[in-house]
Structure formats: structure tokens, C-alpha cells
């Protein structure tokens, strides 16, 4: 039992609090839970498939399916996560302007929904399909009884969710317009670790070979399987034996965004606060 | 039509990210088989010439799926239940690198000795 709720959980938070920040930040959006909900349905039917074909998919194209698949999936959720920011930043001001209106927003905030639903949807079924094969793994094994499995998988999600929940009302406590700030800050530090973890599967498929060497090792000081290492590599992509070409990728990846999101923002909507008459020389 | 150039460029950005090194095969390979069998690694400190890249051969023969997984060897990869997997490890340093299965952390473990 045990054994179900850890693993379940642990999965759970790394999905969830993805889903925490983006119903953060589509918070208010008309049409913004049923893209979250459409997203995670999607995802867990996504999850179901890939633990059915886990065997066909680890001997495919030989024998690096499973990593390509990972980096792919990886590589389209960082560039969702960037399109939204860009996007949103690009749009921010109209978003703002009219954020009592719904009618609007709902017309404006629609495209961007989409690119979040698939975030959403990838990141459940990359941590869904890992509970499910683990599950099928316990129950084929005659180990425990169904019961058992069941309330540690309860516990489990039950758990995770808590965690995500306070992911979503910490971050919805902040005032909303600082809230855009923090939001774009976080979804960028998130889409810079999918990135990095996206370069570790192509470095264990032989198709990335340089700069293989561990960067650091923190395992010591924080290690990143514990509860809050798990955390801060969700958000932040925290690892304890990065190899450096994760941190070349990560730094490179927040660096474009960031670099992108500056560039499409209309003047002035980058600090709302303090806008246009400061000249600094 | 600006979001759609606007994502080719992300596209294009991470593509280049992501194909940073040419892929090349490793003609110095050393090969290690390792079996999982009742829930245990066979054998479970396999030795390794170190300085050479490796290819593990993982066969699993429970019914069970597991998930090959190595903090130390950056890995992470399941097996089907009956089934095997290769696993590329980079060029390591001598040392001890743990590996285990993700769904059994506490009871099936074991270490690639490079030496």
C-alpha cells in the first residue's frame, strides 16, 4: 500500500502542479476549465495507451522509440510553453484591458488555451503512463490485494492533488497584476527544465553525445528524489547530476524565451507598473 | 499568421537545441547484459572498463513491467514485462553508479563498477 502511494503520488505532484499553474494562469478565462479538463482526459487516455505499448514502444526505431518519444513529447510541450508566453505577452495589454469583459476574452484567450491544453495533456500522460504501469506491474505480481492497491492509489492521488491545490490558490492569491509577471517567469523556468530533461532522453538514445559529463552532483545537499528536489525540478527543472549539455539547453532555452517574450511585447507591457517615462542613460 | 512564423522560429530554435551534437556511432562500445528475474538484477554489480561508452542489455524475465532507472548514469527507461532494452551510458569515470528498478526502488538495486 505504501508502495502504490508513494509512486502515485510522486507522479501526481510532477503532473499536477504543471495543471496547478496553468489553471493559475488561464484562471478566469471563460471556457479555461474545460480545456484543463479536456487536456487531462486526454492525457490519461494517452497515459493508458503508451502503458499498453510500452514494450512495442522501447524496441521501436531500434531501440530508442521510448527516448525519442519522451524527447519529442518533451520538445512540443516547451514549445507550447513558449508559444503561450510570447503569445500572452504580445496580447497582454488587450487581455488586461478587457479582462472584465468576457465576451472578449474568451475570443482572445481561445489560441493560447489550446497550446495550454497540450501541456497539460502531455504532462499527464508522461507521469500517467509511469502510475499505470506500475499499477498493472503491482496487480500482475498478486503481491497485494486489490484493496490494498486501491486506497495507497487513493492516498496517493488524493496527495498529489493537495499538493497541486496549493500550487493553484498560492499562486491565485497573488494580485492579479502581478500575477501575469510571475506566471510568465514560472511557465518560462518550467518550459527550461522540460527542455533540459527533452536533451537528457536524446543523450540516452546516442543521438546527443556531446558534452555528456556531469555538470554537478548536489545529490548530497539536495537530492532531487526527494520531496522537495521533486518539486523544484517540476518547476524549475532541478537536478542533482545534470550533464552539461542539460545546462547549456536549459540556459539557452530560458534565454530564448525570455529573449522572444521581450522582443514580441508591445512597448510598455512588460512592466505594466512602471511604464514609459522612465529613461534610463 | 504572426503566431504561425512567430512558433516556426520556437521550432526551428529548439530543433537546433535539441540537434546540438551530430549523432555518431561509438565503434569501442563495450556491451553488458543484465538479467531481472524475481525482482533482482543478475548480476548486480556487473564490472565495466571504464572510459568506454556502454550499452546495457537489459532482459526482464518477470511478468511485471519495470523502469530501468539510474540517477548516476542519467537513465530512466521501461521494459515490458518479458521484454529487454538497450541502454546507452556515456564514457564513465572508475566509480560505483547505482541502478535500479523505479518500482521497486528499495529491493532491486545494483551497481555498474567502472574500473
Known sequence: MIGALIIVFREVIEAGIIVGIVMAVTKGVRGSRLMVGAGVAAGVVGASLVAAFAGALASALNGVGQELFNAS????????????????ASHGRQLAAEARQLGQEVRSGARSLFALAIVVAVAVMREGSEVALFLYGLVAAGGTTAGDLLVGSALGLAAGVAVSA??????????????????????????????AQAANFLQQAGVATAMSDTAWDTSAILSDSSLFGRVLHTLIGYSDQPSVLQVVVYTATLAAIFALTKAFAPPGIARPPQTPLTQNG | MRNRSLFSVLALAVALAAGAAAPTLADDETEVKITLKDHRFDPAEPAVPAGKPIVIQLANQDATPAEFESKALRVEKVVAGGGSIAVKVRALKPGRYRFFDDYHEATTQGFLVAQ
Request: aromatic share 14%; with cysteine.
Open chain 1, 73 to 88: 513529447i518533451l520538445s512540443l510541450a516547451v514549445c507550447m510553453l513558449a508559444w503561450h508566453n510570447i503569445w500572452m
Open chain 1, 166 to 195: 496549493v500550487t493553484y490558490f498560492g499562486l491565485v492569491t497573488i494580485p492579479p497584476r502581478r500575477l501575469f509577471a510571475v506566471t510568465t517567469g514560472l511557465i518560462t523556468f518550467l518550459a527550461a527544465g522540460l527542455a
